[in-house]
């Protein structure tokens, strides 16, 4: 039986009335830059997490594509983990200065990064590209940093920018993401096309200014598993032009391979950022590199020193909750085979019930990374997405919730280790009957819309 999207979103009204009630409560205490999962009048709040499953404040049960965005490779509460919290919690958890913990997550990141020769812990993936930028103007004397279009690195000013849509694809110009952002930045950063040879021509163009050319392993807006080729040349356009090479593993690192896409595309940067994966559920950001470009961090003392710190940087207790989690994936490698089936497994079979119900609708993904496209047409980068079908995409992540599945409001959505073949079975089942009630509707239709 065909429900219409005003069910399921009755039917969610219905049954999640304590997340209401705890919206009605926080409107008048808390504002909230985290983004909402769906379009209703509230947003969902999660009470707990096992496994591959979240809870939210009404006991309603979710498979769980946010992972926390990402970050929980092993599923939510992972015994190992959660043992290495309770373990560090008897000796104390802040310090503020160096402490005995820091050194086993450093070596294994050292050992899962192609190109850490130091380590620099901070407490967000947002501070490692901050810092990252900061490097490599240290190091360089330059100023300018270039980006790709269909980027996100954080949200520092520095990275704060998108794509003017009126600008020339080989050489797009940016707009702030919003208020606040002091136009003067705009100065200080190069847009690149990302996937496009006109990017290695601006490099060039631009070498003398450019600090560093930095680019996600994979987009996570825009998950393409050919990023490889387009990566290793942008490494080798760099070292040609005397400008260093970043790639941002915020997401990517630990996740796409153990070595992240370093590994996986066979491609070396000059210095590359971390976060998510490697604080096992905590909070926790890092800067690996070159020795000669990490020497900056040593203090204002050494050579082209910068000023870098943090209270919360390094504490014990993400520093162990991270060895534990990224420990565990160092002696199970069959974790990331497994995940790469079950992601080409989910995007083969839901691209398939697309191709056979003539829905204009794919699924992109490398290994456990996914994002739905709500369109026929071919992805190269972000400027090829359209906004054709925007009311068949919330009508779908309506109907997709109301039958247990939670994706994250970017829609940028993963599997992990607790997602088992019942998990992404279910999650096929699911996004296939939510992609024939909203085609049933007419809601893929020019001239439908959700109500």
């Known amino acids: 039986m065909t429900v219409t999207v005003a069910q399921a979103r009755q039917s969610l009204l219905e049954k999640t009335r304590a997340s209401q009630k705890i919206s009605q409560d ?8 985290l983004a909402a999962n769906l379009e209703m009048p509230h947003p969902i709040f999660i009470d707990r997490g096992e496994g591959a499953f979240v809870f939210d404040a009404d006991g309603n049960r979710y498979i769980d594509t946010s992972v926390g965005f990402g970050l929980h490779m092993l599923g939510h509460v992972h015994p190992e983990i959660e043992a290495a919290i309770h373990a560090r919690t008897k000796l104390g958890w802040m310090f503020g200065i160096h402490s005995t913990s820091q050194m086993k997550l450093a070596n ?3 050992q899962g990064s192609p190109c850490a020769e130091r380590v620099v812990f901070c407490n967000t993936g947002s501070e490692a590209t901050m810092y990252a930028f900061r490097a490599a103007r240290g190091f360089s004397g330059k100023e300018k940093i270039a980006l790709f279009d269909g980027f996100y690195h954080g949200a520092h000013d520095y990275g704060m920018w998108l794509t003017d849509p009126n600008s020339p694809r080989g050489a797009p110009d940016s707009l702030p993401m919003g208020h606040g952002i002091p136009a003067v930045l705009k100065e200080l950063t190069l847009l ?3 996937r496009d040879a006109a990017a290695f021509d601006l490099i060039r163009k631009h070498k003398d200014e450019l600090a560093l050319v930095f680019v996600e392993g994979v987009q996570s807006s825009n998950p393409q598993p050919q990023a490889g080729a387009f990566l290793r040349e942008l490494a080798q356009v760099c070292a040609e032009n005397g400008v260093l090479f970043g790639i941002d593993e915020v997401i990517t690192g630990f996740r796409i391979a153990f070595g992240g896409a370093q590994e996986r595309f066979e491609v070396v940067p000059d210095i590359a950022t971390y976060g998510k994966v490697i604080g096992g559920g905590l909070a926790v950001g890092a800067i690996t590199g070159r020795a000669d470009v990490m020497n900056v961090f040593t203090g204002l003392a050494a050579d082209r020193g910068i000023f870098s710190g943090g209270t919360f940087s390094g504490n014990p207790l993400t520093m ?6 990224v420990g565990y994936l160092h002696t199970h490698p069959q974790v990331y085979d497994v995940l790469e089936q079950q992601g080409n497994k989910l995007a083969a079979a839901v691209n398939h019930f697309c191709q056979q119900h003539q829905i204009p609708a794919q699924m992109k993904n490398v290994g456990s990374m996914f994002h739905m496209f709500f369109q026929r047409e071919q992805i190269n980068n972000m400027r090829d997405v359209t906004a054709a079908h925007q009311g068949a995409e919330k009508a779908f992540y309506l109907h997709c919730l109301d039958r247990g599945v939670l994706v ?3 829609q940028r959505a993963f599997l992990s280790a607790a997602h088992g073949d019942d998990e992404v079975q279910q999650l096929i089942d699911v996004f296939s009957q939510s992609l024939k009630d909203v085609q049933a509707e007419g809601l ?5 819309s959700a109500v």
């Open 192 to 194: 690149l096309p990302y």
């Open 444 to 448: 893929f239709d020019p001239a439908g």
């Open 108 to 110: 294994l990141i050292q």
């Open 408 to 410: 994250p409001g970017t």
């Open 320 to 325: 162990e909750a991270g060895a534990a989690a």
């Open 26 to 33: 926080r409107a008048e205490l808390l504002n909230s830059g």
